[in-house]
Each structure stands twice: as C-alpha cells, then as structure tokens.
C-alpha cells in the first residue's frame, strides 16, 4: 500500500485568508483524490486532481475556491481559498493505482482547519 | 450515481459479543465494496474489501458477505475487543468507476 503524508497536520486561520495544503505519496499512483469530512459526518469527495490537467470537481465544489495542483505521480496541493467558518473541516488526501488504475483507496492522516 | 445506506449509526456491544455492520446499495453495477475503520483523531484505514464475483471474505476476526441479488453487504466482528472501537465506514465502487461511495459511517464501542 501507498504511504501517504500531508502538511500541515493542523492550522487555525483567518476569515478571508487561504491555506494550501500539501500531499506526497511514497511511490508513483494512477489517481490522487482529496476529501472534506466534517466532524462525527461521512467523507465528501472535492475532486479528482488530475496529473497535467485540470482537476475534476464534484458537485458543490468549485475551482475558484478549491484550486487543486497535481504536477507529478506523487504529489498533489489543494488551496483552501477566502476561507470562512464554514470551511473549519478536516481535509484528507487519498491515492489509488500504484502501477495502473485499481479499487484500493489509501488515505492520508488529514488537515484538520479551523477557521476563526 | 451510487447510494450507499448504513446502518445502525451507532451499535454499542461488550466486549466479546460480535457486531455486525450493513449496508446497501443502489448501482446494481457496482463491483468492489470496501470498508474502512477511522480511529479518533485519525486517517480512513481499508480493513477489508470484497469483489462482486466472491459471496463472502474473511480476515481472522472480521468478515464480510455480499448478497449481490439484494444488494447489500455485511461486515461482521467477532469476539470484539476495546480496541475495535471506531468509525467503520462502508463503500461502494460503481461499475468501471475507481472512486467509491461511502456510507455515513457506524460508530461501534466496545464496551470492557
């Protein structure tokens, strides 16, 4: 299985700044996603950051407030943009496909932001 | 698209009972159906999984069956232990899709 690691783990930021959050996975995977999840909810899929293309969002997400880069096999950024309270969730990153598209999903440990 | 339901919410058991988690889902299509067990404060970890083509999967304490006609699948605990205590969360891939479809999740404790 992939091993997945995000920066930060935590932050606590201001209403109407942004945070770019970082995920590198240890080997070269197919897919990376990224997930909100709120607490005591379930994992909501943002989108599909896509290697040299544009990211594929989900209803309810949009680029302009979720931009998403993924330059290489192994890493991807999701900025958190003109944040309010209502975006104070945990972010996940997640991988699947070492070596070719597959079902298993891996996640990374989460950023958890709290917005003031 | 697929929906997945799960139930109970929540499911209370002292330890050594077993538990028993479902789930159902709507895409008939659908052909892997992950599960995943979130500890506090911590990351989704893939504890089992179970491909259409197999009825049931077993891994030492926990398995999981899969009625493809009635389309619901069960993840079942055995001799349950303080530690087991988490968020068990169920999915589900569509057919041809990589990207599953979770259910709200099962908050099990265990009781000592």
């Known amino acids: 299985s992939a091993v997945i690691s995000q920066k930060p783990s935590r932050d606590i930021c201001q209403r109407g700044t942004s945070l770019t959050i970082q995920c590198q996975v240890d080997?070269?995977?197919?897919?990376m996603f990224w997930y909100r999840q709120q607490p005591g909810q379930s994992l909501t899929l943002i989108a599909t950051?896509?290697?040299?293309?544009?990211?594929?969002?989900e209803s309810g997400f949009v680029i302009d407030k979720f931009p998403i880069s993924r330059p290489n096999l192994t890493f991807s950024t999701l900025t958190v943009s003109n944040m309010s309270p209502e975006d104070s969730s945990i972010y996940l990153c997640?991988?699947?496909?070492?070596?070719?598209?597959?079902?298993?999903?891996?996640f990374g440990p989460g950023t958890r932001l709290t917005v003031l | 698209g697929e929906n997945v339901e799960q139930h109970p919410s929540t499911l209370s058991v002292q330890e050594g009972d077993s538990a028993v988690i479902k789930c159902t889902y709507s895409d008939s299509a659908s052909n892997y159906f992950p599960w995943y067990k979130q500890e506090l404060g911590k990351r989704p970890q893939l504890i089992i999984d179970?491909?259409?083509?197999?009825g049931e999967k077993k891994d030492q304490r926990i398995a999981v069956t899969l009625n493809k006609t009635a389309k619901h699948f069960s993840l079942h605990i055995t001799e349950t232990q303080p530690e087991d205590s988490a968020v068990y969360f169920c999915a589900a891939n569509p057919g041809g899709s990589y990207i599953p479809t979770f259910g709200r999740g099962t908050s099990l404790i265990v009781h000592p």
């Open positions: 950051a896509n290697q040299g293309s544009e990211a594929t969002y």
């Open positions: 997640s991988a699947n496909g070492q070596g070719g598209p597959r079902d298993e999903q891996f």
């Open positions: 080997s070269q995977v197919t897919m």
């Open positions: 179970i491909r259409s083509n197999v």
